[in-house]
Each structure stands twice: as structure tokens, then as C-alpha cells.
């Protein structure tokens, strides 16, 4: 979509009138004082944060809503298994994009095994990424509704706490009541300062309540103020470390509101591969000549939302189609090898992980619970299939199972990369 609406600054270097910086003054009160602007009553230095309704945040307002349509039709037709195991794989690809994204080396095998502990799985907690535990329990509570937006500054700092729990030395922590005592400056690739976080850390805990309240605004369309607040966590910058993986956790929050969980669950990830257009909006709100005009910064987030919808509507659509195939083999397969209506309850719950989640295997007691029998029942059941060659276990404790080659390619997947 060609962008005719121009920043300030961008408006300001085009004029090579003697007047210029005059008529940019006139344009940004122009702007800010339009009846269609959402004013946010917020200073951030160099102007109030604002955002007009030009035509273009219009029409991809209306392109992010009627795609997120499509999301949640797909979302809503995954039978329960497919769905508990795709967004398993979203929380891990999420954690592992946004934690590369301020250098914290992590796996999609480690954050597995922290979801695993956070669950409350055996011998999950006491694995080695177990510092990952806390930051899964956040994004499994999107899953869950239980996740509430922080209403304290005391929230914001719990919060922070479960997204950075081991993984930051001691000079690293927050050294004031809630938040960072002293400054701090954030450089960019040239090692220039890009921006000076707020201080002290009184203005600190103003700001983040204006935030907060923005949030919860009714003058503001939700997704709006989700965005314009994300611009301001980073912006207050509250801790020396780890405001970047914190931020993007309450934008996945915020944005769970008004549109769907795979949505909100992909932010980061489309982020990660779009680092210079991410880090420039933030650098194009701060310019002095753009008087805090956050337009572009929305502009550019919902840029990024639009992206990751395609990404989730390409994907699901292939998977659906696979699984649609698949399920076709069902009663051949049970014809076949003379197997149970329950061994093929299992296999299809294996079938599914198999296609939507990020590792095959499915653990004996989630098979136990899905058809409903104790574990030493299904057991009896996975022999069957074992017998029958159609999976294999694949860990022993606790003991798990997936597809074998064969099964794979009984159910058409060996052309596929699952």
C-alpha cells in the first residue's frame, strides 16, 4: 500500500522554504488538534502522543479485521488436540524470537521443557532451562483467559520478574523500589545513543500509570491503544534489562483482546524477522519534528499484525488440508490392522500432534486423558499400535510415543516435513 500520508519530518526536509520549521509547527498542531485524532494526553518529550486517522490506518484496520476473521474461522474448525499442540508451537517459537531478540540464547527444545514444567509436568521444573519456567506460565495463562492486564506498578514489576527469572546477573536487576534508580541509555548497531530512558523513577511510575490508564481507555479503539502503549513500555524503558522481552509480553496480552490468540501469539516472532522496521518506528515517534505523532508507529505494527495473519492463515490452511487427507486413511487403517475404536482415538490424537505441534511425541498420560482410562489401560492400547508398527516411544519418562516412518506413511505425511 503506497503511504501518502507523509510524517512531519519527512514533510519538513521536502519544504526548502525559509519558513519550513514554522509551517512543520502549524502541521503538527493542524494534526493533533483534527477531530478524527486520538489524543493521549501523554508527553513524551517532544510533543504529546497522538495518532491521526489517516486514510491509509483505515483501510488496514479494516484489512486486519476481516482477515482476523479468517483466523478465527480456521482456529475454531482445529479439532482440540490440533489446537492445543499449535499454539504450544506458536508460545515456543514467541519465547525463542523474543528472548534472541535481547541476546538470551534459548531453544525451542528448552522452552518446550519449561512449558512442560510450568505445566506442572514430571520432571519438568527440575530440567536445565528451568530460569524459562516463569516466562512459559505467562503466555500459558493467554491460553488459559487467566492472564490480566497489570492495574499496579506492582503488577508491571511481578510481571517483569517471571519474564527475566534467571537469566540476568545482579547488576542487571532493578535497583530502585519497583523500577531502575538511575538512568539508562539504549545504542544502537553504531553504538550511538538512540534513545535515554525516562527518569527518575518517579516520572518512571507516572508514565507507566498513564500507560496503563491509556490502555483502558474507551476513547481509543482497543487495538489502537494496545500499540500506542506498547511504543510507551519501551519508551519509559522502566529496568536496565530485559524491557524488550517484558514489552512484548504485555503487547501479546493487550493485543489478545481485540484479536485472535494465534495472532497474538506470532508478535514477536514476525518481529524478530522484521527488526530495522520495528526499531524504526520507534525511532521515527521520537524524532523532534515529528511532535509525537505515533501514527507511524502504528502504522507500521499493524504492518507487522497483517503480516503475521498471512503467515497463520498460510499455515493452518496447509495443515488443515493435510490433516482432512489424513483423517480419510482412519477406517482403512483400523480395518487394516484390527485395531480398537481406542487405539485409533490415540493414533489420531498422535496423528494430530504430529502435525501442529513442534515435537511428535505425546506422553502416555495425555492419552490416558484424552480417551478417557487410567494410564496402565491406555497402555494396552499404545501396544497395539506398537504392534501394529504405527508409532514407537520415543522417551521413557515419562514415556511418550510418535508416528514411526511407517505411520507416516500410512496417513500420507512422509512427503511432508512433520
Not at 482410562?373 to 521413557?396: C, D, H, M, S, W
Request: charged share 25%; with cysteine; hydrophobic share 40%.
Amino acid at each position: 500500500m503506497a503511504m501518502v500520508y507523509k510524517t512531519l519530518e519527512k514533510l519538513f526536509h521536502a519544504d526548502a522554504s525559509s519558513d519550513r520549521m514554522e509551517a512543520n509547527l502549524i502541521e503538527a498542531r493542524r494534526r493533533l488538534e483534527d477531530l478524527s485524532t486520538f489524543r493521549t494526553g501523554i508527553d513524551i518529550g517532544t510533543g504529546e502522543l497522538f495518532l491521526a486517522s489517516p486514510r491509509e490506518l483505515s483501510l488496514l484496520l479494516d484489512a486486519t479485521l476481516r482477515m482476523e476473521r479468517k483466523v478465527s474461522q480456521l482456529w475454531r474448525d482445529l479439532p482440540g488436540i490440533a489446537c492445543g499442540a499449535y499454539i504450544r508451537n506458536l508460545i515456543m517459537d514467541e519465547v525463542v524470537s523474543t528472548n534472541e531478540m535481547e541476546n538470551v540464547r534459548s531453544t525451542r527444545r528448552q522452552i518446550k521443557e519449561a512449558l512442560d514444567g510450568a505445566e506442572g509436568e514430571e520432571d519438568g521444573a527440575q530440567k536445565p532451562t528451568k530460569q524459562f519456567v516463569e516466562f512459559a506460565k505467562l503466555y500459558l495463562n493467554l491460553i488459559e483467559e487467566d492472564a490480566l492486564p497489570p492495574r499496579t506498578l506492582q503488577d508491571i514489576r511481578d510481571i517483569y520478574d517471571d519474564v527475566v527469572a534467571g537469566t540476568l546477573g545482579e547488576d542487571d536487576l532493578p535497583d530502585g523500589q519497583l523500577f531502575r534508580a538511575s538512568g539508562v541509555d539504549i545504542t544502537g548497531a553504531s553504538q550511538r545513543v538512540a534513545h535515554r530512558g525516562v527518569e527518575p523513577e518517579e516520572k518512571i511510575a507516572v508514565m507507566l500509570q498513564e500507560m496503563m490508564s491509556l490502555v483502558g481507555s474507551e476513547d481509543i479503539p482497543e487495538l489502537y491503544s494496545a500499540l500506542l502503549s506498547h511504543f510507551l513500555f519501551e519508551y519509559i524503558h522502566p529496568f536496565y534489562d530485559g524491557n524488550g522481552r517484558t514489552g512484548r509480553y504485555l503487547l501479546a496480552l493487550y493485543v489478545g483482546k481485540p484479536l485472535s490468540l494465534p495472532t497474538a501469539l506470532s508478535l514477536s516472532r514476525v518481529i524478530a524477522q522484521n527488526k530495522g522496521a520495528y526499531y524504526k518506528a520507534f525511532s521515527v515517534t521520537e524524532d523532534p519534528l515529528n511532535h509525537g505523532e505515533g501514527t507511524f508507529f502504528v502504522l507500521q505494527m499493524m504492518q507487522l499484525i497483517r503480516d503475521a495473519q498471512d503467515d497463520i492463515v498460510s499455515d493452518l490452511n496447509g495443515k488443515r488440508a493435510a490433516l482432512d487427507e489424513a483423517c480419510e486413511k482412519l477406517d482403512a487403517i483400523e480395518a487394516k490392522y484390527a485395531l480398537s475404536e481406542q487405539a485409533i482415538q490415540i493414533l489420531f490424537q498422535v496423528l494430530q500432534v504430529a502435525l501442529f505441534g513442534a515435537y511428535n511425541e505425546v506422553p502416555l498420560r495425555q492419552m490416558a486423558t484424552h480417551i478417557g482410562f487410567t494410564a496402565q489401560t491406555a497402555r494396552k492400547y499404545t501396544r497395539e499400535l506398537e504392534n501394529a508398527g504405527l508409532i514407537v516411544p520415543v522417551a521413557l519418562k515419562p514415556l511418550a510415543f510418535e508416528l514411526t516412518d511407517k505411520g507416516k506413511r500410512e496417513f500420507g505425511l512422509d512427503l511432508l516435513s512433520v
